[in-house]
Nanobody
Framework: QVRLVESGGGLVQAGGSLRLSCAAS????????MGWFRQAPGKEREYVAG????????YYADSVKGRFTISRDNAKNTVYLQMNSLKPEDTAVYYC????????????????WGQGTQVTVSS
């Protein structure tokens, strides 16, 4: 079966950095668009970043543009999210997701989801 497993979350001070990883198995990774989403308590799931199948195109929410970088290694079936200059408002559970269709920032277009990893940014 398809599995997406996130790692790399944790507690960090404002201004710090974290690198999230998402290891995929059970699917042809290079055939899927990958995305990162996040959800804070009491809020809706929010798109963070996306990357096309070959990694040639990346997309970001305005709130993270210039601070976060998404990348993928198709040989390792892994997608990454490098998060720099973290702010308290970045605190959330971060999810990676895989979409068989073309790129979208709509979570409903994604077919598979990981279990999430908590990121907490203290002020």
């Amino acid at each position: 079966q398809v599995r997406l497993v996130e790692s790399g979350g944790g507690l960090v001070q404002a201004g710090g950095s974290l690198r999230l990883s998402c290891a995929a198995s059970g699917l042809t990774f290079s055939s899927y668009v990958m995305g990162w989403f996040r959800q804070a308590p009491g809020k809706e799931r929010e798109y963070v970043a996306g990357i096309r199948r070959n990694g040639g195109n990346t997309y970001y929410a305005d709130s993270v543009k210039g601070r976060f970088t998404i990348s993928r290694d198709n040989a390792k079936n892994t997608v990454y999210l490098q998060m720099n200059s973290l702010k308290p408002e970045d605190t959330a559970v971060y999810y990676c997701a895989a979409a068989f269709r073309d790129y979208s920032n709509d979570y409903r277009q994604y077919n598979y989801w990981g279990q999430g990893t908590q990121v907490t940014v203290s002020s």
